[in-house]
């Protein structure tokens, strides 16, 4: 008659704190950031270390500044038989978020043969932070600044291309140049439900490091919120 | 195997294993409330009695001028609202200054709100309070002076002793003029477990602690409240804690805070020893290997186990989560770990540029900091630092930093 021993089932105790769902999970990693970000922070794309060795390209962009926070150096070559944008390199200062997004943009607008030039001036932060899959609602005012960034690049891109009128002319008017917010944008941030100083500087960076702009923006936040909201 | 150096003990600190024992007692076999009549009940409270008396040895203060709270903040918050409340003047002004804990400067805001009035007082390029600005600043309705005992973020150690030396004098003049009393309140919270807490040598009537920052359990804090300072409890209800702090004393808590306390006093002198000869050998360490740093605080006057400079050209968080790839665990001043987008407040009142504050780093050394930790730490940070620089399109110039810093304007916050 063949014997057989009953394999005994390995039994884990849990704690009741773990059957609870209360302490994280033995070996779980835990960060602040999707893996996306993580990866664009770590091993950055389309990053460029020596900026010097950089002789000749189509269009470069500047936006931000140390006070802020937030810095990046953005530059473009442009196909210009069929009108792409063709590689983006970068420079960052700022937090990961910052750096993420400046990464994850590079990649957008050279992918599939690279981006249309109209296309890529659409380009709006949530398109950004959706690709890196989110950041921490109080990270997404550090990847406000990219898309601002590339436009500047491009525009510069028409400057000494002699295209001049297809310059995007900011139609709306300055009210930070450090972070380059304008009423638009306050309008925006607005109307998306900030409606405080705070609320608004979480999504605009305006008059964060430039503090002497604050009663301007606290102004438009005001009027645009009696407009909208009475 | 990734190390793992906890550089953050400014943030709070493990608790001591003998803590831990000590309290262990105090959650299911003496679970009673000292309120109640029969024997459990009597044995919690006379536990209770036993930490105050405790506690209070080491403040050199009357036991009945302890209480205990949910710890550190809400110490705070019971001292500066309750004294100023208890003053029943309306306005009353309060004075206090624009480097403080958030945890003080939110409590006299929301005072402010009620419309009690505010004095901020600017520290000097070290940190310290500047004296002249605090005394010009005492009006008839004046109350309230809160001042910390060592800054949380820079480690400065304020002269406590001689502020309250000479506000004792003051008080001496006013009561002449029959003007209210002006009441001293330290927040001690970062100080405690470095810093001697006698609150009569201090000349404080009202000085905040907690648990968590020295080696004992978070949610549990103590103020001492000198006798014949009045306050008004913000908690209201059976009546504990001399009708300051109602609600069932939390006692194995208050055992926890009392055993570290103790301990904490026991070490202090040859632990302080260590952690200075460990806090300034890094402090040197980092100055002269990475360009472009400034210490932040004064040299020596700093609390044992604080580091904190700037470096300049790249941003905080970027530099922490690269140090916690390789097992450091620290903390910035910038404004990407803030919640209001503003960076430090107290790196910027040194005088200290947005770009410094974005750029700061602190280390705070504890029981398990080793030399070998702060030995791998400088090693590996300026690579760190010179990569995120090669990321950044900053360049910021030191001379013109320099000259910024001595004239910037100091009263950065506005209530």
Not at chain 1, 33 to 59: C, Q, R, W
Not at chain 1, 71 to 95: A, L, P, R, S, Y
Not at chain 2, 181 to 206: S, W
Not at chain 2, 243 to 261: D, F, K, M, Q, Y
Request: proline letters at 4%; glycine letters at 8%.
């Amino acid at each position: 008659m063949p014997t057989y021993t009953k394999k005994k089932k390995k039994v884990i105790k849990k704690s009741v704190a773990e059957q609870a769902d209360i302490v994280p999970k033995s070996g779980e990693e835990s960060w602040l950031y999707s893996d996306i970000v993580k990866e664009h922070f770590f091993t950055p794309k389309n990053l460029i270390m020596d900026a010097s060795k950089i002789k000749e390209y189509d269009g470069l962009g500047m936006i931000g500044s140390p006070a802020c926070g937030d810095m990046m150096k953005v530059w473009v070559w442009v196909d210009k038989k069929n009108d792409k944008i063709k590689k983006m390199q970068w420079q960052t200062f700022g937090c990961a978020s910052a750096i993420g997004a400046t990464s994850m943009l590079s990649v957008m607008v050279a992918e599939n043969g690279g981006m249309p030039i109209e296309q890529a001036l659409k380009i709006r932060p949530q398109d950004i932070t959706s690709r890196l899959g989110g950041l921490p609602t109080r990270k997404i005012h550090c990847s406000v600044l990219g898309d601002k960034a590339l436009r500047s690049a491009i525009n510069n891109y028409f400057l000494r291309s002699k295209q001049k009128d297809r310059i995007v002319e900011e139609q709306a008017r300055m009210i930070d140049k450090i972070a380059q917010v304008t009423d638009h944008d306050i309008e925006e941030a607005v109307l998306e439900g900030a409606i405080s100083l705070e609320a608004v500087q979480k999504k605009t960076k305006a008059g964060v490091g430039n503090p002497e702009v604050i009663p301007e923006i606290e102004q438009l936040i005001k009027f645009y919120r009696e407009k909208y909201f009475g | 195997m990734t190390k793992h150096i906890y550089l953050d003990h400014a943030a709070t600190t493990p608790t001591d294993p003998r803590v831990v024992k000590a309290m262990a007692p105090y959650w299911t076999k003496n679970f009673g409330n000292p309120s109640s009549l029969y024997y459990i009940g009597q044995r919690a409270k006379n536990t209770l009695d036993n930490s105050r008396i405790a506690v209070a040895k080491i403040f050199n203060s009357q036991p009945e001028e302890v209480i205990f709270t949910g710890g550190g903040t809400e110490s705070i918050n019971l001292a500066i609202k309750g004294a100023v409340i208890a003053s029943r003047l309306t306005p009353a002004h309060l004075i206090t200054s624009n480097f403080e804990h958030h945890a003080v400067l939110n409590a006299v805001q929301a005072l402010k709100n009620q419309g009690h009035e505010v004095s901020l007082i600017p520290v000097d390029a070290d940190g310290f309070i500047i004296q002249d600005k605090l005394w010009s600043e005492i009006q008839d309705n004046t109350v309230l002076i809160s001042i910390m005992m060592a800054n949380n973020e820079v480690g400065t150690i304020e002269p406590i002793q001689e502020i309250g030396a000479h506000l004792e004098k003051l008080n001496k003049e006013r009561k002449a003029k029959n003007l209210p009393h002006i009441f001293f309140h330290t927040d001690a919270c970062q100080a405690a477990g470095a810093l001697e807490l006698n609150v009569e040598k201090l000349h404080v009537d009202l000085l905040s602690i907690n648990g968590s920052k020295i080696y004992g359990p978070k949610g549990v804090g103590a103020l001492y409240i000198r006798r014949g300072t009045a306050l008004k409890a913000l908690v209201d209800g059976g009546g504990q804690e001399k009708n300051l702090r109602s609600g069932t004393e939390n006692i194995p808590g208050i055992v926890g805070l009392a055993t570290a306390l103790n301990i904490a006093e026991q070490n202090r002198e040859k632990e302080n020893k260590r952690l200075i000869s460990l806090r300034d050998w890094t402090i040197k360490k980092l100055l002269t290997t990475i360009p472009k740093t400034l210490l932040n605080g004064h040299p020596t006057q700093r609390l044992p186990n604080n580091i904190n400079i700037s470096i300049l050209d790249i941003e905080g968080e970027a530099m922490l989560l690269y140090l916690d790839e390789i097992g450091i665990q620290a903390s910035t001043g910038s404004a990407c770990t803030a919640q209001d987008l503003e960076p430090s407040h107290v790196i910027r009142a040194l005088g200290r540029p947005y770009e410094a504050a974005h750029g700061s780093l602190r280390l705070t050394l504890g029981h398990s900091t080793q030399k070998e930790d702060l030995v791998f730490l400088s090693k590996k940070l300026p690579g760190i630092v010179k990569y995120l620089r090669q990321v950044s399109p900053i360049n910021v110039d030191m001379n013109t930093l320099h000259s910024s810093i001595k004239k910037y304007p100091r009263e950065i916050i506005k209530l």
